[in-house]
């Protein structure tokens, strides 16, 4: 959750906090006396008689328990509300994530039904793989379906593409841990 939003909920938390305290402190008052303010029961002495006798830490238990009830009914409504902010955020794209979707943008809707040939020429045409470090490139052949091999690497980390079509391996030149070039393989 970002730093703003946080901000943003303690304020509303605090502006509640504070309404419910003026609605609760709020009313008429003019015949309250710490005698005849509450029952043993809990019921206000105004409205069961006054011939029965009460004291003030009987109302603060009972104004207490009446904030304690709107404070709960908050919480549930800000847990409610952050939900549906968190739900209502994008997704944040990586560098990974955009380099996928710069590459099947021109295809829209049909990216998914493209040779494994065709997007791997897509990718050599953007230039969009070259320079990043093996790890990432290794990210983008992946999220594109492709397969990837690292040039004169023998670690056997190599894997040919998922795409429907010719199986093909971007084969990578590095140069100081990045993409320096790359070609293009096919099985025969």
């Known amino acids: 959750m ?19 305290g003026v609605v609760v402190s709020s009313g008429d008052d003019s015949d309250f006396t710490r005698n005849t303010a509450f029952t043993k029961g809990g019921v206000i002495a105004k409205d069961a008689g006054a011939e029965k006798g009460g004291d003030c830490c009987d109302e603060t238990l009972y104004r207490l328990g009446k904030i304690e009830d709107r404070l709960a009914q908050i919480e549930a409504s800000l847990q409610q509300a952050l939900q549906q902010i968190n739900d209502a955020q994008p997704r944040q794209l990586g560098p990974v994530d955009r380099i996928v979707a710069a590459v099947l943008l021109p295809y829209g809707e049909q990216a998914d039904q493209q040779p494994a040939m065709v997007i791997a020429d897509a990718l050599r045409r953007s230039g969009l793989l070259i ?52 070609q293009i393989r096919g099985e025969s």
């Open 131 to 182: 320079g990043l470090d093996l790890e990432t490139a290794r990210e983008v052949a992946i999220g594109l379906g492709l397969g990837f091999d690292v040039h004169n690497d023998s670690d056997g980390h190599w894997f040919w593409s998922t795409r429907r079509g010719q199986r093909i391996k971007l084969l990578v030149e590095p140069r100081n841990g990045v993409v320096d070039g790359f």
């Open 2 to 20: 970002s730093e703003n939003l946080q901000k943003l909920i303690g304020v509303v938390v605090m502006a509640v906090l504070v309404v419910v």
